[in-house]
């Protein structure tokens, strides 16, 4: 098993940045994908970004362009580096962790989720 812990939420102004972090510690070796998604309210969780442990990367359409994930294998972290938001990237944002095989937008491929930090982007 592995415990996620996202940190780094907040909320800003449109056009601003912002950097979530997501440590992970357990058995970590087991986890070769790692992803954020998120959950507005009244809206079902959506997958945003993924990368695996040989530095491989994906986004959805909808943050391409302006977020950027990274992956540090030996320190365990995740983070999320979002640029330009938008008033719709406000949402809960969970780290989760897998072991690679399904698809990486399919939640139910990860198997590990951190408790979620809030990001919230206002006008």
């Known amino acids: 098993q592995v415990q996620l812990v996202e940190s780094g939420g907040g909320l800003v102004q449109a056009g601003d940045s912002l950097r979530l972090s997501c440590a992970a510690s357990?058995?970590?070796?087991?986890?070769?994908?790692m992803g954020w998604f998120r959950q507005a309210p009244g809206k079902e969780r959506e997958f945003v970004a993924a990368a695996w442990s040989r530095g491989y990367a994906y986004y959805s359409d909808s943050v391409k362009g302006r977020f950027t994930v990274s992956r540090d294998s030996a320190k365990n972290t995740l983070d999320l580096q979002m640029n330009n938001l938008k008033l719709e990237d406000t949402a809960v944002y969970y780290c989760?962790?897998?072991?690679?095989?399904?698809?990486?937008?399919?939640?139910?491929?990860?198997?590990?989720w951190g408790q979620g930090t809030q990001v919230t982007v206002s006008s």
């Open positions: 989760a962790a897998g072991s690679g095989t399904g698809s990486a937008i399919a939640a139910q491929t990860y198997l590990d």
């Open positions: 357990g058995r970590t070796f087991r986890r070769n994908l």
